[in-house]
């Protein structure tokens, strides 16, 4: 059995909760180092990711208003899965996940994945930074780990040629509307005009002649572009990022921990 990791994570905090978890199923299930696949990038391909029956897949995604990110559903509509157990994993700013892993669980199953648990994490709030700042951390890190012990004795148990149970995840069917995007980032004086942002944008709208064009319609507010900037030169409008924070926080203000859904 391999341990393969599928994770969309614009700003990295999915993908550091995704690690501790993939990191500690394969040490617990012995299986070697996890294989890493990165569907953030403007180019990535879930097609050419490849998965076999006797694989534990894990795939990740952040929780956008309490969906999954549509361009990263899109992405993992082209997964083939092959019929591989599949560990879910969504990743929220310490607000709601709301209908994020019952979206991801349809996703996976559509792929020929088959859910044995969900995992639902708290990480640094993408947009509003100062929510869950510095999550996941030591504590959070801990805890998932136990949890994903807890995954790992399960798949160990599965009996061979059974179907899995899918587990019993929160969340609604049909899901919630969609929002509509949130602040558009812009470049700050000290833009060097180095392409970084262009480069990395997922869903490639800010055009690599200059990073001050970008599509604003099409933008999905990642915040990618600001997590990546080397000179700390991307930014969102202050007055809109203040409001949002000031949205946020009494919805925000109880420490939220990881949770499994077996």
Avoid: W
């Avoid at 709208?205 to 990642?222: F, M, N, T």
């Avoid at 203000?253 to 077996?262: G, N």
Wanted: net charge neutral; with cysteine; charged share 25%.
């Amino acid at each position: 059995m391999r341990v393969v990791e599928v994770c969309f994570s614009p700003t990295g905090g999915t993908r550091r909760a995704a690690d501790v978890v993939a990191r500690a199923l394969a040490r617990e299930l012995g299986t070697g180092t996890p294989v890493a696949h990165d569907l953030t990038g403007p180019s990535a391909d879930a097609s050419q990711v490849t998965l076999g029956a006797g694989d534990l897949v894990l795939l990740a995604v952040p929780s956008f208003a309490g969906r999954v990110p549509a361009v990263a559903a899109e992405r993992l509509a082209r997964l083939r899965g092959s019929g591989a157990l599949a560990v879910l994993v969504c990743a929220y700013g310490n607000r709601a996940f709301e209908d994020t892993l019952v979206e991801l669980q349809d996703l996976a199953e559509a792929a020929g994945l088959l859910p044995v648990a969900g995992i639902a994490a708290v990480t640094e709030h993408s947009i509003a930074r100062r929510i869950a700042a510095g999550r996941p951390d030591g504590s959070d890190e801990r805890a998932l780990a136990s949890l994903s012990a807890r995954v790992a004795e399960k798949v160990a148990q599965l009996p061979e040629g059974v179907r899995p149970a899918s587990p019993e995840l929160p969340g609604s069917r049909p899901y919630k509307d969609a929002r509509p995007t949130g602040p558009v980032p812009a470049p700050t004086e000290a833009c060097v005009r180095c392409g970084a942002c262009a480069r990395a944008c997922p869903v490639g709208v800010i055009d690599a002649r200059g990073p001050a064009l970008a599509d604003a319609a099409r933008c999905v507010s990642c915040m990618r572009c600001v997590s990546i900037c080397p000179h700390d030169a991307r930014r969102a409008d202050a007055g809109e990022l203040a409001a949002i924070e000031s949205r946020l926080a009494p919805l925000c203000s109880v420490r939220k921990e990881p949770e499994l859904f077996l």
